[in-house]
T-cell receptor
């Protein structure tokens, strides 16, 4: 089955700096790559996703890039704010079995 | 009210006890999922269901069973709980096939002593 690795496990940045989280996947059949944000005490919530026919997608301060050849995709958050502090999960879906990375705890220091 | 509701939110039980975690949704989605979250391991799929008559095992189904009572209800059972089933459990729904957004409940924290 699909295996998703996510790095780093923790990330601390100053407010206003950029944050980058990277994921690799193993199954070349994966064609959908979402990113979820989990705030304390809540369930994960989709923040952005990308499909395999697209190399990059941007939504305001967040962007995702996908390199299908290398089987990796990344989340970029620019101009970070304290409310960006949360756990972020990447995922890859080759079929009905969406596999998640282990998560990255992002802390944005004011 | 939340679109995906899980009960109970917190539960402490003893080894060997039977536990049921319930999930109900008002989104009208056919697809429902149960995930388990452990620190450093992310979210792992336990079971999923695409309609009332469809139940599928996920990555870590051993020790768990599920019941899809209606389109809106999907329950997870631990027949005989053990300590390594201590975790945060999430129910999720999906409305657009295998590449649609997952909508998660707020989680059920289970502690098995």
């Amino acid at each position: 089955g699909e295996n998703v690795e996510q790095h780093p496990s923790t990330l601390s940045v100053q407010e206003g700096d950029s944050a980058v989280i990277k994921c690799t996947y193993s199954d070349s059949a994966s064609n959908y790559f979402p990113w979820y944000k989990q705030e304390l005490g809540k369930g994960p919530q989709l923040i952005i996703d990308i499909r395999s026919n697209v190399g990059e997608k941007k939504d305001q301060r967040i962007a995702v890039t996908l390199n299908k050849t290398a089987k990796h995709f990344s989340l970029h958050i620019t101009e970070t704010q304290p409310e960006d502090s949360a756990v972020y999960f990447c995922a890859a879906s080759p079929n009905n079995d969406m596999r998640f990375g282990a998560g990255t705890r992002l802390t944005v220091k004011p | 009210d939340a679109d995906v509701t899980q009960t109970p939110r917190n539960r402490i039980t003893k080894t060997g006890k039977r536990i049921m975690l319930e999930c109900s949704q008002t989104k009208g989605h056919d697809r429902m999922y149960w995930y388990r979250q452990d620190p450093g391991l992310g979210l792992r799929l336990i079971y999923y269901s695409f309609d009332v008559k469809d139940i599928n095992k996920g990555e870590i189904s051993d020790g768990y069973s599920v019941s899809r009572q209606a389109q809106a209800k999907f329950s997870l059972s631990l027949e005989s709980a053990i300590p390594n089933q201590t975790a945060l459990y999430f129910c999720a729904t999906q409305g657009q096939g295998s590449t649609g957004e997952l909508f998660f409940g707020e989680g059920s924290r289970l502690t098995v002593l």
